[in-house]
């Protein structure tokens, strides 16, 4: 059974920078996307970003210019590095783990706070 550990949620102020972090159990992760996702209060789960092992990014269109995602395949882990944040990004964002063909194989984190606001 994967596991996923987020960590690095807080309060920012708005234009602020925040750093995500996720860590996968298991072995090879090589066919699985790695992402993140968020929720706000009374709006449904939503992507932010996604990486493929080979590194192929996806993005948010909110996300686009602000936020990186990386991927380290050694250390099973995926960040999220956040900037020029918004009182809008408020949500708990939750690490993803997704296997590019079998959908059944989706692995989610437990969710992280990250608040933006002065």
């Known amino acids: 059974q994967v596991q996923l550990v987020e960590s690095g949620g807080g309060l920012v102020q708005p234009g602020g920078s925040l750093r995500l972090s996720c860590a996968a159990s298991?072995?090879?992760?090589?066919?699985?996307?790695m992402g993140w996702y968020r929720q706000a209060p009374g709006k449904q789960r939503e992507l932010v970003a996604t990486?493929?092992?080979?590194?192929?990014?996806q993005y948010a269109d909110s996300a686009k210019g602000r936020f990186t995602i990386s991927r380290d395949n050694d250390k099973n882990t995926v960040t999220l590095q956040m900037s020029s944040l918004k009182p809008e990004d408020t949500a708990v964002y939750y690490c993803?783990?997704?296997?590019?063909?079998?959908?059944?194989?989706?692995?989610w984190g437990q969710g992280t706070q990250v608040t933006v606001s002065s």
């Open positions: 990486i493929s092992s080979g590194g192929t990014t």
């Open positions: 993803n783990l997704r296997h590019s063909w079998r959908p059944a194989f989706e692995y």
């Open positions: 298991g072995s090879s992760l090589s066919l699985y996307f």
